[in-house]
């Protein structure tokens, strides 16, 4: 049973951080591509950062230099640091697992950035 479950969102105030986490399990987590996505209240759902299998990165123009994506094959985890948030970063965070055609979806974490 394929699971991907992420942790780690919260309420923070502007310019603060939080580092999200996504367990996967159920698939071979290695040979697949990850990704984090975002979705605000009323808006489409975005790619916020990628990163293949080979570990090249890929990031919105919206979080360059604020946001870092890692992968950790030994634990099966992708994480986004998510550094000098601000009020626009607010979102439910999703984690994405992509090979091919196969993709996954955790469930989401909410991010919320208030003053």
């Known amino acids: 049973q394929v699971q991907l479950v992420e942790s780690g969102g919260g309420l923070v105030q502007p310019g603060e951080s939080l580092r999200l986490s996504c367990a996967a399990s159920?698939?071979?987590?290695?040979?697949?591509?990850m990704g984090w996505y975002r979705q605000a209240p009323g808006k489409q759902r975005e790619l916020v950062a990628a990163?293949?299998?080979?570990?090249?990165?890929n990031y919105a123009d919206s979080v360059k230099g604020r946001f870092t994506i890692s992968r950790d094959n030994a634990k099966n985890t992708v994480y986004l640091q998510m550094n000098s948030l601000k009020p626009e970063d607010t979102a439910i965070y999703y984690c994405?697992?992509?090979?091919?055609?196969?993709?996954?979806w955790g469930q989401g974490t909410q991010v919320t950035v208030s003053s």
């Open positions: 990163i293949t299998v080979g570990s090249v990165t």
């Open positions: 159920g698939f071979t987590f290695s040979i697949y591509d």
């Open positions: 994405n697992a992509r090979r091919n055609r196969l993709a996954y």
